[in-house]
């Protein structure tokens, strides 16, 4: 932005500018110097000077207060009194205000004369004294601005370095110089389940895949992460006397004769389990100060988990064999029970088969009977002539009387029985009780049998097996401390920090103040 200065404006109107002896004419005095003003006003014309250079004579001259008559008059006196109409600080004169130039001095310059060269005297191209102003408080506002800016600047670089640089560097510094390394064991394990071909349903459809045994994963896993895990490595492998050990930095450290819980904080940072459900594979990393006591560690860890894989099933197996065992064991002592009635009916009757008993009782009925028939039929034709023999007709009826005493006192015998004693029948029928609860109970027992073959292959089909995918080997560098990382991660989170808390200063001096 810039001022026009305010300057006294002069308006010379005149016909023409008259050249060679006319001007002379016009402005020549009376007398010699009369002459010689003609010859120099002469001399002027023929400079060549421009309608400008002449303008701005006059300006000048009337600037002086000087009397012209004409604008080579005006040059002619100019010189006269030493002063050079067309010199720069001739023309600065007619915008000073007042006659004087912006460093005190009058303008005057009397040929020749010596101008001493400092910034006081250096010419004012167009600008005031209020713009002069201007620019100094503009610039004095531009230093104070960068001033500051670079306080500021200061303020920021002293809190980075305060709150972000001097923490980072104290953090890089202890991994890079004092931390103790750590070696990592990694391992890993899978839980399969034994396949049974007579799975069938929505068994089947998830029999070999990591569903089945996603449950047995995961209460392995937590096993393993837990404090009963951490007392048995502790009390096996010495787990509190490895990270006790003074060659630890202190950080890192156990202290001496420290509690199961702050043995249990170390126990959860050395330990890392994570379980991978698509797969089913649940992976193991162990850091240890030695890489053979890594090595060591992860080991008994693994022993842990298949014990703890056993133990899941052992009882659910347990309890199905059992209750079929408990089964077979009653259906087999029913059976002796059974078989020794069965024995003691066929002593008490003195018969074995009582089937074929009453077969050859009726057998037995059967012959005699056929026999009486044909004793019956010789009778006949014994009556059937003229003079019978008294004594063998007698005789004949005499058989046949006894044959039917015999068939009935069989017959009596194997129904009703003799007195004081029971029956064929009585007996056949107790016998053939014994026999069909010996067969019955023999059925029970294979049926028994069965279901405890079902239930040994049902607790087979249980059974969890832990198979090692990635067996654990000591590293031969050391894993940890990661340190470049872990500064720079550092470094991010401290950033992150500062810049919380700026941004809630901020707008909280920002809520103070509106």
């Not at 506002?141 to 200061?154: E, F, H, V």
């Not at 001496?256 to 043995?263: C, K, Q, R």
């Not at 797969?279 to 100060?289: H, P």
């Not at 057998?363 to 005699?368: A, F, K, T, Y």
Request: net charge neutral; charged share 25%; aromatic share 6%.
């Amino acid at each position: 932005m810039t001022i026009k200065p305010r300057v006294k404006k002069f308006r010379i109107r005149r016909g023409g500018v008259p050249e060679g002896p006319a001007v002379a004419e016009q402005t020549a005095p009376s007398g010699a110097d009369g002459a010689d003003t003609v010859a120099d006003l002469e001399a002027i014309s023929k400079e060549g000077l421009t309608g400008r250079q002449l303008r701005m004579a006059r300006r000048v001259a009337h600037k002086q207060g000087l009397s012209v008559a004409s604008d080579f008059d005006a040059v002619h006196q100019l010189r006269q009194a030493g002063i050079d109409p067309f010199q720069r600080h001739s023309v600065l004169e007619l915008i000073a205000p007042d006659g004087k130039l912006p460093n005190g001095s009058s303008g005057r310059v009397q040929l020749p004369d010596t101008m001493q060269r400092n910034g006081d005297n250096l010419p004012v191209t167009g600008r005031s004294a209020v713009a002069d102003r201007r620019a100094r408080e503009i610039t004095q506002i531009q230093r104070d601005i960068a001033s500051r800016r670079r306080r500021k600047l200061a303020l920021l670089f002293t809190r980075l370095s305060f709150f972000v640089f001097l923490p980072t560097f104290i953090v890089g510094w202890y991994f890079f110089t004092m931390a103790t390394p750590m070696y990592a064991t990694k391992s890993e394990i899978v839980i399969q389940q034994a396949e049974s071909a007579g799975a069938a349903g929505l068994g089947g459809l998830f029999q070999g895949t990591s569903m089945a045994t996603q449950q047995d994963s995961i209460a392995v896993q937590s096993y393993l992460a837990s404090r009963e895990a951490m007392l048995r490595l502790d009390r096996d492998h010495g787990f509190k006397a490895h990270f006790s050990d003074p060659a630890i930095d202190p950080i890192q450290r156990l202290p001496e004769n420290a509690s199961n819980e702050a043995a249990f904080k170390v126990y959860s940072k050395m330990v890392r389990i994570s379980y991978d459900p698509t797969e089913g594979i649940l992976r193991m990393e162990v850091i240890a100060a030695d890489p053979a006591k890594s090595q060591e560690f992860a080991e008994a860890l693994i022993g842990y988990a298949e014990e703890q894989v056993d133990q899941l099933t052992s009882r659910l197996r347990a309890d199905q064999m059992q209750g079929a065992r408990a089964s077979y064991e009653t259906a087999e002592a029913r059976r002796a029970t059974a078989l020794a009635e069965w024995l003691a009916i066929q002593e008490e009757v003195q018969q074995i088969d009582p089937a074929g008993e009453t077969a050859a009782r009726t057998q037995q009925i059967g012959r005699l009977e056929s026999e009486r028939q044909r004793l019956e039929l010789v009778l006949q034709s014994r009556l059937n002539v003229e003079r019978p023999s008294e004594v063998q007709v007698q005789a004949l009826r005499d058989q046949i009387a006894n044959i039917d005493g015999l068939i009935a006192a069989m017959r009596d015998e194997m129904t009703s029985g003799a007195p004081g004693d029971t029956s064929q029948a009585s007996r056949n029928t107790e016998l053939r009780a014994a026999e069909e609860n010996y067969t019955f109970q023999t059925v029970l027992v294979q049926q028994a049998l069965t279901q405890m073959e079902a239930a040994q292959i049902e607790a087979n089909r249980q059974v969890r097996y832990l198979s090692q995918s990635v067996k654990p080997i000591a590293p031969d560098e050391a894993t940890y401390p990661r340190a470049f990382e872990n500064a720079l991660l550092s470094f991010f989170i401290f950033s992150g920090i500062y810049l919380m808390i700026s941004l809630t200063a901020s707008i909280l001096r920002e809520q103070v103040s509106s």
